[in-house]
């Protein structure tokens, strides 16, 4: 059984320019949740997707925005980066929405210069 | 969103000593974990325990869902327990965390 897997491991963006992160979920599971951490903070949610459909929202502005694909691996993409979007990006795969246990993968650094 | 708090903020142990963490969550939940988040930020999973009891080796917790707290258990604690714990809740799809709890072990 393979666990979640991200990539890239590390990314350096300038500002404005857009970003697209990878999530491969864990076998047999069929909701990916996306979360933002910044230095020192807890990680905020950013949305669910679940059988490919978004299925919930956190305080986030529209430039976030993702996708997940029939195999249940999912994108997470954001435009006009601004300089405040440097965070640790993770993602998060499930069977079922959200009261199930979630495996999260390593995440990915991204840094906006 | 179900508000989540951790204490105490900071912990410094020295090896071999017991502690305890607390996460206090505002409404019912169906779901709350906690993590150990490694130096390298990977969440790693410890306990799925949205009420009742759990033991993993020397770390267990307990849930009291009907006064909406959780208590991480470390006995006996070793260097490599150090790090940050977080404790997550939710009660609909969308899991809230606490600010973790940063734990130092000494030798």
């Known amino acids: 059984e393979t666990g979640v897997t991200q990539s890239p491991t590390h990314l350096i963006k300038t500002r404005g320019q857009q970003v697209t992160l990878r999530c491969s979920s864990q076998s047999g599971h069929n909701t990916v949740s996306w979360y933002q951490q910044a230095l020192g903070q807890g990680p905020q949610f950013i949305f669910q997707?679940?059988?490919?459909?978004e299925n919930g929202r956190g305080n986030f502005p529209p430039r976030f925005s993702g996708l997940q694909f029939p195999n249940y691996s999912s994108e997470l993409n954001v435009n006009a980066l601004e300089l405040d979007d440097s965070a640790l990006y993770l993602c998060?795969?499930?069977w079922g929405q959200g009261i199930d246990t979630q495996y999260f993968g390593p995440g990915t650094r991204l840094t906006v210069l | 969103g179900i508000q989540v708090e951790q204490s105490p903020p900071d912990l410094i142990l020295q090896e071999g000593a017991n502690s305890t963490l607390r996460c206090n969550f505002s409404?019912?939940?169906?779901?709350l974990q906690w993590f150990h988040q490694n130096p390298w930020g990977q969440l790693i999973n410890l306990f799925y325990?949205?009420?009742g009891t759990k033991q993993n080796g020397r770390l267990s917790a307990t849930t009291v869902a009907t006064e909406r707290y959780s208590l991480l258990y470390i006995s006996s604690s070793q260097t490599t327990d150090s790090g940050v714990y977080f404790c997550?809740?939710?009660?609909?799809?969308?899991?809230?965390f606490g600010a973790g709890t940063t734990v130092t072990v000494r030798a």
């Open positions: 325990i949205p009420s």
């Open positions: 998060a795969s499930s």
């Open positions: 997550a809740a939710t009660n609909d799809y969308k899991l809230s």
């Open positions: 997707y679940y059988r490919e459909e």
């Open positions: 409404d019912s939940v169906n779901n």
